[in-house]
Each structure stands twice: as structure tokens, then as C-alpha cells.
């Protein structure tokens, strides 16, 4: 997941936390959004984090990874939402991964797949047992993490059409 | 998908020593696993070792070992040591409607591949790997 430029955290032992999202990491999480896109989008992340939070709050998930402990240089280090969705597309009930970001500067130091695995269980302990999510082609950068952590192309293909043709 | 036999040699030796990088394993041990001949594994390795994917050893006991950065290291930079995964030639601005059409679903089907082949290292072959034998353990021990 990109080269790791400095490191604020020990690689073998990375102190981390993983938990639900709190309204006070919304400002941080738009922050690294935009840090990692390039993109501000604070009414996009203040609408999921509403939904995500209030309302079948069950199945879906919106989780923070933070550091463990006091001083650390930066509050969020990274967060991945996902949700169950059934039947759409004629799916049986499966859980939608559809953002998923790690601060750049702390990289490959297990905090991406320490997110991937919590909301794994979060999936798991409700009887979900398929995980899916959707990468741009040409992000090597996610397609390769997602790929590492065992997921594989599913039954599904997307398909477009440019309506401008 | 294809792949030319030189390719699928050089993942499979790759991933016998990258299993272990401290394991060093001869032309001969791996040709013999693999049903190939060490004339042509040798030219496979020596590619790889130019690559600075693999280190050869030399003496007594000598072979190769792996010597790259298995996360780092994807199908599709060992494959195009050995071949290109090119598309098709391309249309042109003479190209019939029907070569054209032609071509759109081709590339279509490489750049899918491409984007598997590139996204895919060594570690998470090794990865996959291990899950089989995780799970063959786990079916075995079911059975017992």
C-alpha cells in the first residue's frame, strides 16, 4: 500500500485501536479523505456518518483505527465503512466494503489490514459470510491490499455506459 | 489465459525460494519438482537473476535463493521478463467498424488481465498458498 515515509509507529507492534467512529473523528476523517483523494467532501462524510451511526446501526459500520496511548502525532490513522446489502442485483445478504483509507504516512505497518479484519468479525458475528468491495481498475495501490488479504474476483462484473455516446 | 512455460517456471521457482529466503534449492531440485529439464530452468533463472529477483549461489551446495521483495514483486513484472502481455495491434484511423468493434472487446479482456497479473505479488501467492494447506489440514483433521 505505498511506501511508508516515516513512521510514527513501531512496524512489528503497531499500537492501535480499533473502534466505532465518534462525531469528533469526522473533521479528521474528511482531513485524510482529502489528504489521500485530493478531494474536501465534509457533506459526504457528515451524511454516512448520520446513517451510519443512527440507523441500522447492526449491519452497518463505520470504524476508526486511532493509536493507542497518549501523544501521538496524529489523531485517526486510518477508517473503513461497509455495510450488509441483500438482494440487490439478486446478491444474498453480503457485506459491502465501499471506503477504506490509511493515513499515507503510516503504511504498511498492518493498520489497513487491522481495519480489514476488524470488520470482518463485525460481518462475521452476524452471519455474513461473504466480503465484498469494489476498486478502481487502475488502483494497483487498493487492488493489491484487497488482493493480499485473500479477496479474488467474484461472480459479478460491472458494466457502464458513457450516455454522452 | 496462457502463459508461456517460461513465465509459469519462473513463478513457481520464485515462489519455492521466496517461501523461505534463506532456502537455497538447485536448478535440478526445482526442474525435478516441476517436470522440466535444468537446460531450460538454467536460462529461466538466469533471467531471473539479472532481474535481481533471485542470487545465485555458488560451490558445494550452492543454487539460488530468493532475493527480491516478495510484496513488492507482482505476476505481472515476472511475466513480462519473459513475454508481453501486450493488446491487441490497435486500431487505426483505416481500421474497418468490424476491426475496430474487435478490438474494443480484446482490450477490454487484457486490461482485466493486466490489472490482475499487476495487482497479484509474490507474498500473496504465498498467501493463497498457505490458506489451502490451512484449509486441506483443517478437512483432513474433520475427517480423522
Known amino acids: 500500500?505505498?511506501?511508508?515515509?516515516?513512521?510514527?509507529?513501531?512496524?512489528?507492534?503497531?499500537?492501535?485501536?480499533?473502534?466505532?467512529?465518534?462525531?469528533?473523528?469526522?473533521?479528521?476523517v474528511v482531513a485524510l479523505d482529502e489528504r489521500v483523494t485530493g478531494l474536501a467532501k465534509p457533506e459526504y462524510w457528515h451524511d454516512i456518518f448520520d446513517r451510519y451511526t443512527k440507523r441500522r446501526v447492526g449491519e452497518r459500520?463505520?470504524?476508526?483505527?486511532?493509536?493507542?496511548?497518549?501523544?501521538?502525532?496524529?489523531?485517526?490513522?486510518?477508517?473503513?465503512?461497509?455495510?450488509?446489502?441483500?438482494?440487490?442485483?439478486?446478491?444474498?445478504?453480503c457485506g459491502w466494503i465501499f471506503a477504506?483509507?490509511?493515513?499515507?504516512?503510516?503504511?504498511?505497518?498492518?493498520?489497513?489490514?487491522?481495519?480489514?479484519e476488524a470488520i470482518s468479525d463485525e460481518f462475521r458475528a452476524i452471519g455474513i459470510n461473504t466480503m465484498r468491495t469494489m476498486v478502481e481498475r487502475k488502483n494497483q495501490l487498493h487492488m493489491a491490499f484487497f488482493r493480499s488479504e485473500g479477496m479474488v474476483a467474484g461472480p459479478y462484473i460491472q458494466l457502464e455506459k458513457d450516455l454522452d455516446d | 489465459m496462457k502463459l508461456q512455460i517460461s513465465s509459469r517456471l519462473a513463478i513457481y521457482a520464485l515462489l519455492e525460494l521466496a517461501?523461505?529466503?534463506?532456502?537455497?534449492?538447485?536448478?535440478?531440485?526445482?526442474?525435478?519438482?516441476?517436470?522440466v529439464s535444468s537446460h531450460h530452468l538454467a536460462k529461466v533463472m538466469h533471467t531471473l537473476g539479472r532481474a535481481g529477483l533471485v542470487r545465485s549461489i555458488r560451490g558445494v551446495g550452492g543454487g539460488y535463493s530468493f532475493s527480491g521483495n516478495a510484496r513488492r514483486t507482482t505476476?505481472?513484472?515476472?511475466?513480462?521478463?519473459?513475454?508481453?502481455?501486450?493488446?491487441?495491434?490497435g486500431a487505426t484511423a483505416n481500421s474497418t467498424d468490424a476491426e475496430w468493434a474487435l478490438d474494443q472487446v480484446l482490450n477490454e479482456i487484457d486490461d482485466i488481465a493486466r490489472a490482475t497479473l499487476g495487482s497479484i505479488t509474490i507474498a500473496t501467492m504465498l498467501k493463497q498458498m498457505t490458506r489451502r494447506k490451512r484449509a486441506a489440514g483443517a478437512r483432513n483433521a474433520a475427517e480423522a
Open chain 2, 19 to 35: 517461501a523461505d529466503p534463506q532456502r537455497q534449492m538447485s536448478v535440478a531440485e526445482i526442474g525435478e519438482k516441476y517436470g
Open chain 1, 100 to 116: 477504506f483509507s490509511v493515513e499515507p504516512d503510516t503504511r504498511q505497518q498492518g493498520i489497513g489490514e487491522r481495519l480489514f
Open chain 1, 1 to 28: 500500500m505505498g511506501e511508508t515515509q516515516g513512521s510514527i509507529l513501531n512496524p512489528a507492534n503497531p499500537q492501535i485501536t480499533i473502534r466505532r467512529v465518534r462525531e469528533a473523528d469526522l473533521d479528521h
Open chain 1, 61 to 93: 459500520f463505520f470504524l476508526v483505527a486511532e493509536p493507542a496511548g497518549e501523544g501521538a502525532d496524529l489523531p485517526l490513522l486510518g477508517f473503513i465503512v461497509g455495510e450488509v446489502r441483500a438482494w440487490e442485483f439478486g446478491s444474498r445478504p
Open chain 2, 75 to 89: 505476476l505481472l513484472d515476472v511475466i513480462t521478463l519473459f513475454e508481453e502481455i501486450s493488446g491487441p495491434d
